[in-house]
């Protein structure tokens, strides 16, 4: 009997990279193993992988998420939006508050955000808001916490926030967006192992395949788990016999060989 040896076959390969996007090959997955491993390397992927991002907002002036402000073009619900595109290196290990004020006829970036040595912008050139009129200032407190996948506004009202907070829907991930496709590759005298293409990108704040190595890790982790699952005596004997059965169909194989 056949069983899926993968690591017998399997190589990855990295086909092209750059700070944001990678384009990475896995060869040699036995049958079906290719959509196997693409759906659940895709999701780890997009769900599962710790980011940093704007989690909450004080913004002067503004009494609540619909306002706006004297001579500032977007309203609160358009900053708002605009903060959650600034993506942030984090070092730090509690939720850190970054501060912005500009005054006077402007755009206004993520590059005016007052940073510290706990928080670094990765996007600078974001765009924020506009100031319109020589008199018009933006003054706001930006809390950046560090968390995975989705975390929606509404989980977080449930918190005590200061008055006049603002808090923020949150997409920790950092990454953008996975493909991937499946076709069929020659090993040995068989013509339908896996070829995994994986395209991978990123918001700038991790590489591609540093994403995927902990995307790996990630399942790696829950299938060791899964695997101290305890067997019987029973079973025990069933597996050795198998693995037994295994070595003498290899040997027969290798004599067949040597035969022709």
């Known amino acids: 009997m056949e069983y899926a040896r993968l690591s017998d076959t399997?190589?990855?390969?990295?086909i092209s990279e750059s700070d944001k996007e990678g384009v990475f090959e896995v060869e040699g997955l036995y049958t079906g193993y290719?959509?196997?491993l693409g759906n659940?390397?895709?999701?780890?992927?997009?769900s599962s992988l710790p980011g940093a991002a704007v989690t909450q907002i004080?913004?002067?002036?503004?009494?609540?998420?619909?306002s706006t402000l004297p001579g500032v073009l977007e309203d609160i619900v358009e900053i708002t939006l605009n903060l959650k595109k600034i993506r942030f290196h984090?070092?730090?290990?509690?939720?850190?508050?970054?501060?912005?004020r500009?005054?006077?006829?402007?755009?206004?970036?993520?590059?005016?955000?007052?940073?510290?040595?706990?928080?670094?912008v990765v996007n600078p050139e974001a765009h924020i808001a506009t100031l319109t009129s020589k008199n018009a200032e933006l003054e706001m407190e930006i809390t950046v916490d560090k968390g995975a996948g989705y975390v929606p506004a509404e989980a977080r009202k449930t918190e005590k926030l200061?008055?006049?907070?603002?808090?923020?829907?949150?997409?920790?991930?950092?990454?953008?967006?996975?493909?991937?496709?499946?076709?069929?590759?020659?090993?040995?005298?068989?013509?339908?192992?896996?070829r995994l293409k994986l395209v991978i990108e990123t918001d700038g704040s991790i590489y591609p395949s540093s994403a995927l190595r902990k995307a790996s890790n990630i399942l790696k982790d829950h299938f060791e788990k899964m695997a101290e699952i305890?067997?019987?005596?029973e079973e025990r004997e069933f597996a050795a016999v198998e693995t037994k059965g295994e070595k003498t169909e290899k040997k027969e194989k290798k004599a067949k060989k040597k035969k022709s």
């Open 10 to 14: 399997v190589k990855i390969k990295k």
């Open 34 to 36: 290719g959509l196997t």
């Open 40 to 46: 659940a390397l895709r999701r780890a992927l997009l």
């Open 58 to 66: 004080k913004i002067k002036g503004a009494e609540h998420e619909f």
């Open 90 to 100: 984090f070092y730090a290990s509690e939720p850190q508050i970054l501060t912005l």
């Open 102 to 120: 500009v005054k006077g006829e402007k755009e206004v970036t993520a590059a005016d955000i007052k940073a510290n040595a706990q928080v670094e």
């Open 162 to 194: 200061p008055i006049k907070t603002i808090a923020v829907d949150t997409i920790f991930s950092p990454v953008v967006k996975v493909n991937f496709s499946v076709e069929n590759m020659r090993v040995g005298d068989r013509t339908d192992f896996n």
């Open 230 to 233: 305890e067997v019987t005596e």
